[in-house]
DNA sequence: GCTCTATATGCCTTGACCGGCATATGCCAA
DNA sequence: TTGGCATATGCCGGTCAAGGCATATAGAGC
């Protein structure tokens, strides 16, 4: 439990179905165990590590925890590969150049 | 070494150092042995994970070996992530059109 | 204050994985 | 074919995380 970054939490495919499921709306707790079928203790620590890579973040209601995405932790990733997404675009502009070239050579 | 996906690969930080290693340009093992300051089984092993998970592709010259970014994996994490950005976007969407809202009222 | 509900935390076991090391494989040259 | 270089693979020990279980905490109502 040291280095609860947002690489290693979607490394987890439970908590890849936790983010899948609040995309269409925050949860309870309860609720998430019920609709994934794992125990609570279980959604509760990967909340935890959701929570530590800023991937949900947490609305108290009384005793009730209402668990929303949190954009931060997406958006990290987002950045991450940013990079490699502008090296996907510099090949096609040369595959889009070169079929050109080839089309002014017909 | 059961479930080899794009997450769990790119969940090691020498995995990602490999791949950004690998933006600017194809490496041999070796070079990245060095660069890394990892000896060279741990090199080949992580290659191993990010080869499965078609994060790089290798071109073999005689006994060398060249490894370069595949596009193939990191195309999947971002297909993954798209429909969160999808969500971000609704957002600004939101806030853009409150934020005109507001302005119309004043 | 007691109790019920909702959730978090602690302990334990098991399994996975990383790193180091030794060794095998594959290819080339002489 | 023998030797040497580049790389892969197998084994081992330590570490860490996931899941199950029991239990602690916190709030709401009586």
């Known amino acids: 439990m040291v280095d609860r970054d947002v690489f290693t939490a979607i490394g987890e495919p439970t908590r890849r179905r936790i983010l899948d499921q609040l995309r ?22 990967h909340l935890r590590v959701l929570d530590q890579a800023e991937l949900v973040r947490v609305r108290i209601d009384g005793p009730r925890r209402y668990y929303a ?38």
């Open 24 to 45: 269409s709306r925050e949860c309870l707790v309860g609720e998430l165990v019920e609709s994934l079928g794992i125990s609570q203790p279980n959604v509760s620590k």
């Open 69 to 106: 995405l949190d954009d931060h932790g997406l958006r990290d990733l987002d950045a991450w590969l940013a990079p490699f997404r502008e090296i996907w675009a510099d090949r096609l502009d040369a595959l889009e150049q070169h079929l050109d070239e080839t089309n002014k050579e017909d």
